[in-house]
């Protein structure tokens, strides 16, 4: 993309405030763009991430941004933390994807005010319905624990497309485990849980909407 700056008027002469301040926003993209800040993997840092031939901020998702050749993100309207970015934010699609899982290659790095300009937003365009990015929302971990906190995950579901189908299939299967309680290994305690979908680890998941969740957790047991 190419922004270009219209004085007023045709007299030679010293820019205005109003276009001096434009100069130096593009200068400063410039140089973000030519030298980006790098990324630093578990930190917990916004994220310059590519989309299409535009550049968008991104949060990385607490646990999921090890490093890993794929992370989990959420798009965000470059003016977040502001109301009207968030109203803005809401007009032009940003809030209504929930966690994506991005590659680290699309990761230009750290996020810096210098972008902005680079975005949908500032294009006022809404975000494509094909970001590039497919769901990383919430997954379902079956656990055995001992009482001082030790033990392992049994059996993993994921990702599920809706929050919610992920707590309804942990609170079905916690039921379920209750009524098998005998025949789990003594001196544990098994149950299911929803959890955050590890995109860094998604092949241990298996999809619950190609799998029979109920034959998964007896073969499990």
Not at 80 to 109: K, M
Request: overall charge negative.
């Amino acid at each position: 993309m190419i922004r270009r700056f219209r004085r007023c008027g045709h007299a030679p002469g010293a820019l205005t405030p109003e276009d001096q301040a434009a100069v130096d926003r593009f200068r400063a993209m410039l140089a973000a763009v030519r030298d980006p800040e790098p990324w630093t993997p578990g930190h917990g840092q916004d994220v310059a991430v590519r989309v299409g031939p535009f550049i968008e901020r991104a949060h990385t998702r607490p646990g999921d941004d090890h490093g890993t050749p794929t992370i989990a993100v959420a798009l965000v309207h470059p003016d977040t933390g502001h109301a009207t970015g968030y109203l803005h934010g809401r007009q032009l699609g940003y809030t209504d994807r929930g966690w994506l899982r991005c590659e680290t290659t699309a990761i230009l790095g750290i996020w810096q005010p210098a972008y902005t300009m680079l975005t949908h937003a500032a294009a006022n365009l809404p975000l494509p319905h094909d970001v590039g990015m497919a769901p990383a929302h919430y997954g379902v971990h079956v656990e055995a624990r001992k009482l001082d906190g030790t033990g392992y995950t049994l059996l993993r579901l994921g990702p599920y497309t809706q929050t919610w189908l992920a707590f309804r299939d942990a609170d079905r299967l916690d039921t379920e485990l209750e009524g098998r309680v005998a025949i789990v290994t003594p001196g544990f305690t098994v149950t299911a849980k929803s959890a955050p979908f590890d995109v860094s680890d998604h092949e241990s998941y298996s999809d619950p909407y190609e799998s029979n969740v109920d034959e998964l957790l007896a073969a499990t047991i």
